[in-house]
């Protein structure tokens, strides 16, 4: 786990949002996002779509968690990592930053 990751998940009550220039669009089980001023696309699956949507909300990552866990048949073990995992590439990519909040 590199130390941000290791943030993220020391601190489940972070929240994040999109950042301004990057929308996304759900196509059945997938989400597409546009990086405006990157111009790159990106692919999420229906769970990164749904961090993505969860994000967007405002949501804490242990409340994404916790929703991802009554949405899907996972454990909460691997939700959390892959949740934290995503959002981590997201803030990598400068798709998500550190809300406010």
């Known amino acids: ?14 929240r994040f949002r999109h950042t301004k220039g990057v929308v996304g669009t759900r196509q059945c089980d ?3 996002l546009l990086d405006v ?3 790159r ?16 909300e405002g949501a804490s990552v242990a409340e994404i968690v916790d929703r991802l866990g009554g949405e899907f048949d996972a454990p909460a073990e691997r939700l959390t990592l892959d949740a934290i995992a995503l959002i981590q590439r ?9 809300s406010e909040q």
């Not at 229906?46 to 949507?53: D, L, N, S, T």
């Not at 997201?90 to 550190?98: F, G, T």
Request: hydrophobic share 35%; no cysteine; charged share 15%.
């Open 90 to 98: 997201m803030l990598e990519a400068r798709l998500v930053e550190r």
């Open 37 to 39: 001023n990157g111009g």
């Open 1 to 14: 786990m590199n130390p941000t990751t290791a943030a993220i998940s020391s601190h489940s009550s972070t």
């Open 41 to 56: 696309y990106y692919t999420l699956n229906e769970v990164g779509g749904r961090i993505w949507e969860l994000v967007g």
């Open 30 to 32: 997938t989400t597409v």
